[in-house]
């Protein structure tokens, strides 16, 4: 019973991005990477949950990028949880 706020931590995902960049579709990537259709959908719209390591270094590997061109950590907004005198 008080006031708790929490900070929401969050990882962005370029992956729509350098698509866009590079005008290609995530059936080119999935082509040429062998990485799984639905994982790079994932990715695109920043739904996945977790990231493997190997789809990340295959990614940078395929766009000649490093990791942090891919993925970053952004704090969000602070979330607070007033006293609802519980």
């Known amino acids: ?10 990882i962005r995902c370029h992956f729509a991005r350098l698509l866009g960049e590079r ?3 995530i059936s080119d990537v999935t082509r040429d990477t062998g990485i799984n259709r639905g994982t790079l959908t994932r990715l695109y ?4 949950e977790r990231l493997e390591v190997d789809v990340l270094d295959k990614l ?4 000649k990028i490093e990791l942090a061109d ?3 950590r952004v704090p969000g ?3 607070a949880d007033t006293d609802r005198g519980e």
């Open 45 to 48: 719209y920043e739904t996945a």
């Open 23 to 25: 005008k290609l579709k």
């Open 77 to 79: 907004d602070r979330l």
């Open 1 to 10: 019973m008080g006031h708790f706020v929490f900070l929401k931590i969050m």
């Open 60 to 63: 940078c590997e395929y766009f």
């Open 70 to 72: 891919l993925i970053d």
